[in-house]
């Protein structure tokens, strides 16, 4: 029997995440992670998190993104790994805001772009 590490259509998605320390409760939010453990930088908070049936990537930068804070930090899923950040203002799961509250079609247009880059490429690759 495959571990879920392994096993095929099972997205293992494994996060390192800096946050601040006032935000680093809203990474509950993160649906089907556990923390696996957490190192004190100054004012901020790493924390490793794994999800052994976790969401595939977009999933998991949609999910990311919604929290609304800032962040940084390397995701892995399905043993690809990607660099992430965001500064809180920003969201996949919700258009991109400009200050006055109206949608900054510039910022949605690159999202979707990448999204559907994303898409194409695992595409190509067999994914």
Known sequence: ??????????????????VSAADVH?????A???EQ???VIGQAINVSLHAPNG???PGLM?????????FEGHAQ???????????????MALPPLRCDGSVDL???????????????VRAKMGD
């Open 1 to 18: 029997m495959s571990s879920p590490d392994t096993m095929a259509n099972v997205p293992t998605a494994r996060l390192s995440l800096i």
């Open 26 to 30: 809203r990474l509950n939010l993160l």
């Open 62 to 70: 949609q999910q990311i993104g919604a929290l609304g804070i800032p």
């Open 106 to 120: 510039v910022r949605l247009r690159q999202s979707e772009w990448h999204a559907g880059f994303l898409v194409r």
């Open 77 to 91: 899923v399905d043993g690809r790994d990607y660099l992430i950040a965001g500064d809180g203002n920003q969201t």
């Open 32 to 34: 089907d992670f556990a």
């Open 55 to 57: 969401p595939p990537a």
């Open 37 to 39: 453990g957490h190192t």
